[in-house]
């Protein structure tokens, strides 16, 4: 299955590197959520029994396999979104792949995956997100109702942002739910997310005015074969 696993450190946040047996040439980048961690040895991803499932799908097909630890709860951040570029970079300086890339983000996760496929447009072949938070600013105003939770998101968005907890609020306010012109499929739990599916129709509206609709699958029972289904979705951009 993977027959090199490397660690790579960049501004104290790790990242991991896996390659297959019999590499396609395609990288996936995977960009994790509210619970996903990369150290030296081992990440969410290889950790869940879910995630992994997916992750030996990747690398089965020939996927080269990267993610990383992104300063962990980045809720966005301008320095997450920087590290994911930093790390694209790194990456391909190190590995035999091909400059274009798909990227798998989840949750939190794709509020950073959502700028680096604004930001880098045509290095991307296609994203695949699974149960994705978009926009932030909703999320916040949901979530005031529930003081304890509210208390803890503001603390975590004013540390990623680097910023006061008084300050989160008018940040937030600023933040835009941001388009992106690649191919996009997103995968929704309706039991498992802990964002709407009012965030997706949303996202799926402002994709489909900016002339680039997305797909939408709605899972009601578990993530079975979804590394598969995702895969099917990548070899549909392959050849461009």
């Known amino acids: 299955m993977c027959i090199r696993k490397r660690a ?39 950790q869940n029994h879910t995630r992994h499932g997916m992750i030996t799908d990747f690398l089965e097909a020939g996927y080269t396999v990267y993610t990383s630890n992104l300063y962990g709860r980045h809720w966005g951040s301008p320095k997450a979104v920087k590290l ?12 035999i792949l091909n400059p274009k890339i798909h990227v798998v983000a989840e949750g939190m996760g794709v509020l950073a995956a959502g700028a680096f496929l604004n ?3 045509s290095i991307i072949r296609s994203a695949a997100l699974l149960n994705p938070c978009f ?3 909703s999320l916040v105003h949901q979530e005031q109702m529930n003081r304890l939770f509210y208390k803890r998101l503001v603390k975590e968005m004013a540390r990623a942002y680097e910023i006061e907890n008084e300050q989160v609020i008018s940040k937030i306010q600023q933040k835009e739910i941001i388009t992106s012109f690649c191919p996009i499929k997103v995968w929704h739990h309706s039991l498992k997310s802990p964002y709407s599916l009012e965030q997706i129709r949303t996202y799926e509206r402002v994709q489909r005015e900016a002339g680039y609709p997305i797909e939408l699958a709605l899972l009601s029972d578990s993530y079975q074969s979804l590394g598969k289904k995702m895969i099917r ?8």
């Open 119 to 121: 930001n880098r447009e």
């Open 233 to 240: 979705f990548f070899q549909e951009y392959e050849e461009l």
């Open 135 to 137: 926009d932030v600013k």
């Open 8 to 46: 790579y450190q960049l501004d104290g946040e790790w990242t991991i590197v896996l390659v297959p047996e019999r590499p396609n040439g395609f990288g996936v980048f995977i960009i994790g959520g509210l619970t996903h961690f990369v150290d030296a040895e081992t990440s969410f991803w290889l």
């Open 84 to 95: 994911t570029e930093r790390i694209y970079n790194l990456v391909h300086k190190q590995e």
